[in-house]
């Protein structure tokens, strides 16, 4: 199984696998288990989706300026 969100994708720690099998849950956290596919890497669900959310963050595209932006589709408005 592989954990995506957009085309980020969850990675082994150990070996950078993308493919993980459920190893069952944890009594005690109450979270699934899984393991790589690959090294058998353990690692839980909530550590795979917070990988993927910190991937993320550096994705991201710098912010545009609004001003700048609206004023030249203010000019364009006025042109046309």
Do not use: N, W
């Not at 069952?24 to 596919?37: E, I, L, T, V």
């Not at 669900?45 to 550096?58: A, F």
Request: net charge positive; charged share 25%; proline share 4%.
């Amino acid at each position: 199984m592989e954990f995506k969100v957009g085309q980020i994708t969850a990675r082994c720690a150990r070996c950078q696998g993308s493919v993980f099998e459920e190893q069952g849950r944890d009594a005690q956290r109450g979270q699934s288990k899984f393991s790589c596919a690959a090294c058998g890497h353990e690692v839980s669900y909530s550590e795979l989706i917070l990988q993927i959310g910190r991937q993320s963050r550096g994705r991201r595209p710098a912010p545009a300026q609004p001003e700048e932006h609206g004023v030249k589709a203010l000019i364009t408005l006025r042109d046309a």
